[in-house]
């Protein structure tokens, strides 16, 4: 089996066992013996342990991979001005697709209805944390500290640093080829590592799910099917709809052959819901398997894990109007602007906030004057909204990077056509040999 198919067996492995275990945990004629050892030795022993074991080891190569990918990204455009085009066009898609998310996330929920019906609880609460000041975010992008910054995982403050110092490495004369062939190096050492741990991806794909969903059930889910299944079909509908028109009609690329090659990515996505977590793995795809320049791909991804969260977005837009429906508010056109502007803005506006998920929409129902106070009700199912939306987010960022490629002419089309270079193990493949 490839290891794409390894993870999605894995997938499915977990979601059957959590759901098994948490049957038998709620089970009455259960012995408590059998639930205590499934609970404490199983879910919270075994699963809650290798879990977060790889978790852990797919953040520790977040830093150095953003760090070294975009020094060498900036370093190979030598003297060339196009740093500048490049990031506005990251910047101006990530942007249009976010305002397209939410439009059709507001389209949607308004023909569902998906809060008609549906009981207030009174005893939920939620308390908003405090966004900061729009301002106090932009000032905060620029490091004062470098290795502070790395320390901290702040991933703005580390692409600036990497990108200046990728910038001067490209104008040091010799000290600066001999600086730029080390971090070539680096690179590759790091991908190596990337793909050791993606030899471990099934076994931390299985207890991560396994977990979750012993701890969810299936219950969580009914009480909101209409909003649960509102959300997932606005989000499937924009990963495979949206996105796919815009690589066909923008970059002449194969939606198909993409999506074939996100499969591993949405796995990886899916059982961490993080984004930062899942970026080892999307980088080296999209310029592995994808044929996406590292001058482009080492910036346009770390930058979308950062801000792009057109899933979240979506999220936004539609619990915006199942909370309205609940709470029997009507929302005018006006009120429908506002929601669009404000959830696309907040999109980078709060990007270093932890919790930006439910911070932003705290955001978008002030604006629209709606209780905060309504997110409580949507907090049971949001974990595993969250996994789906975070397969969105990362679909995003690799369709940003084929596109910006492409237009740039830093990108690799035979590599991106070869139906085996999206098979991890195989090391046959004329294109990616090429490109490696």
């Known amino acids: 089996m490839t290891l794409t198919n390894r993870i999605l067996l894995a997938m499915v492995a977990g979601i059957a066992t959590g759901s098994v275990l948490n049957l038998l945990l709620h089970a009455p004629g259960v012995g408590e013996a059998v639930k205590t050892f499934a609970d404490a ?52 898609f990530y942007l249009v697709t976010t305002a397209i998310a939410i439009s059709l996330a507001l389209f949607f929920a308004v023909l569902v209805s998906p809060g008609s019906g549906v009981e207030m609880a009174g005893s939920a609460s939620f308390q908003a944390r405090e966004a900061p000041p729009l301002a106090d975010v932009l000032v905060d992008i620029f490091p004062s500290n470098p290795v502070q910054a790395m320390a901290e995982g702040k991933m703005l403050q580390i692409i600036v640093f990497a990108l200046l110092f990728g910038y001067a490495i490209s104008h040091a004369g010799e000290p600066g080829r001999r600086l730029a062939s080390f971090f070539r190096d680096m690179d590759a050492v790091i991908m190596k590592m990337v793909e050791i741990l993606m030899a471990l991806a099934p076994y931390g794909v299985y207890t991560l799910l396994s977990k979750l969903f012993a701890n969810l059930g299936i219950s969580a889910i009914l009480d909101l099917a209409a909003y649960v299944f509102t959300v997932i079909g606005v989000l499937l509908l924009h990963a495979l ?44 795809t999209v310029e592995k398997r994808m044929g996406v320049h590292n001058s482009v791909a080492g910036f346009t991804v770390p930058l979308g894990a950062t801000i792009n969260m057109d899933g979240t977005a979506i999220m936004q837009g539609v619990a915006t109007v199942f909370i309205a429906q609940v709470y029997g508010v009507d929302l005018t056109m006006g009120n429908y602007i506002t929601v669009i502007l404000t959830a696309t803005l907040a999109s980078i506006g709060t990007a270093a906030v932890p919790g930006v998920g439910l911070i932003t929409l705290a955001l978008v129902l002030e604006q629209a004057g709606l209780p905060v106070e309504g997110i409580a009700l949507i907090i049971g199912v949001d974990r595993l909204l969250d996994m789906v939306r975070t397969a969105v987010n990362v679909t995003g960022d690799a369709t940003v990077a084929v596109i910006v490629g492409k237009s740039e002419k830093q990108f690799n089309q035979e590599v991106f056509d070869d139906p085996l270079a999206d098979q991890h193990d195989d090391a046959d493949s004329p294109a990616l040999l090429k490109t490696l």
């Open 41 to 92: 030795y199983l879910v919270n022993g075994i699963f809650d342990v290798v879990g977060r074991i790889f978790v852990a080891s797919l953040k520790l190569l977040v830093v150095p991979l953003v760090l070294v990918s975009l020094i060498c990204g900036a370093s190979s455009l030598g003297d060339s001005a196009r740093m500048g085009p490049i990031a506005l066009k990251t910047l101006g």
């Open 241 to 284: 709809g949206v996105y796919s028109l815009l690589l066909k009609g923008l970059a002449r690329v194969s939606p198909a052959m993409m999506i074939r090659k996100m499969r591993p990515i949405w796995a990886f996505a899916f059982s961490t819901a993080s984004s930062g977590a899942t970026l080892p793995i999307t980088l080296r």
